[in-house]
């Protein structure tokens, strides 16, 4: 007979899990990608030559090139001039604490180990898409040269956001990062849509919270998370035009975030003192908080625009008296179960 999950024993279960693990880390049936005889690269071979002759003339100089042994784009590692280089505009904040501890971390080893991915950038100079906080900290500690792996292909600077790893983004981070990748391709491809770069954006309420924490940096993001994954999609529309209609999202999110607060004082004034106060309202506020999206649902469950309307009239009419201590124990759990 069976043993049900739960009554086996810890060792039991530990093993079970990682059987599990090695079972999803299965190497693939079939090797891909260039063979060592295709992968090295002349430096004055047609498609990186004049990436060589840049990385000459902005001070710096290619130690060897090569094509990816995945996707056989050719590539330059090489040094480049601090002053060379510059994150993308579209980057998540510095955080000097994690770029002072990274720096005396880089100091105690005695080696920078890490290269920078760059790309070409604007006004002659090259763009980090992920090594803000490698080059600042390269900064801190006075380097004349930075070790870096360089990338004729100027679109990576948009791709790479599903690859940094070097800092765990928060929502904020990402949501930040992601708007401001918009604007710049809004900018650069005004006549792209914004379906094109749904792989680049994630998600798209990333784009929509973005807009908010550029206004509003302390806003909680996190409690929308449920209705925006249900009925924020990717727009069909350019990207200047997709741009300005999340913008009215983000204006009526904010206003209802501003009825949200009204509503969670109104229940402090009450006694309710519960940290779930805000999750709470919002999700009994949340016009598709019963719908069950299937895996892989490309439709959102209602129109954002109407969802948002719906959303708007509930805070208007919420009665502080319907609430209980019960209603707020049941939230803390739910909360409890995805952490």
Do not use: C
Not at 95 to 110: M, N
Not at 124 to 130: G, M, R, S, V
Not at 145 to 153: G, H
């Amino acid at each position: 007979m069976a043993t049900h999950p739960a009554t086996r024993s810890p060792k039991k279960r530990t093993a079970t899990r990682s059987a599990n693990s090695r079972r999803k880390l299965k190497p693939a049936d079939r090797t891909r990608g260039l063979d060592a005889a295709d992968i090295a690269l002349a430096a004055d071979h047609q498609d990186i030559g004049a990436l060589v002759e840049r990385i000459r003339q902005g001070g710096g100089t290619a130690i060897g090139t090569y094509r990816d042994p995945l996707g056989g784009r050719a590539l330059v590692l090489g040094t480049l001039p601090i002053r060379a280089i510059q994150p993308t505009p579209f980057q998540r904040d510095l955080s000097p604490t994690h770029t002072k501890r990274l720096a005396e971390k880089i100091d105690q080893a005695g080696a920078f180990l890490d290269p920078l991915i760059v790309v070409l950038g604007h006004d002659a100079l090259f763009w980090t898409p992920n090594g803000r906080h490698r080059l600042a900290a390269a900064k801190v500690l006075g380097l004349k040269q930075i070790s870096v792996l360089i990338s004729p292909d100027e679109t990576l600077a948009y791709r790479i956001l599903a690859l940094n790893t070097e800092k765990a983004h928060n929502l904020k981070d990402r949501s930040l990062e992601v708007i401001r990748m918009a604007r710049s391709l809004a900018r650069r491809q005004p006549g792209a849509r914004e379906t094109e770069f749904a792989d680049q954006f994630e998600s798209a309420e990333l784009l929509t919270l973005g807009i908010i924490y550029e206004k509003l940096p302390r806003f909680a993001g996190g409690a929308y998370g449920p209705l925006l994954k249900k009925v924020d999609r990717f727009s069909t529309r350019p990207l200047p035009a997709a741009l300005r209609e999340r913008e009215g999202y983000a204006a009526r999110l904010q206003a209802i975030e501003s009825e949200v607060k009204r509503i969670v004082a109104g229940l402090q004034a009450r006694g309710f003192k519960s940290p779930y106060l805000r999750n709470y309202v919002v999700a009994r506020i949340n016009p598709v908080r019963f719908h069950i999206q299937k895996r892989g649902a490309t439709s959102p469950a209602m129109p954002i625009g109407q969802a948002l309307t719906r959303m708007t009239a509930a805070a208007k009419a919420f009665k502080l008296e319907s609430v209980s201590n019960a209603d707020l124990a049941w939230v803390a759990v739910g909360a409890g179960s995805h952490e």
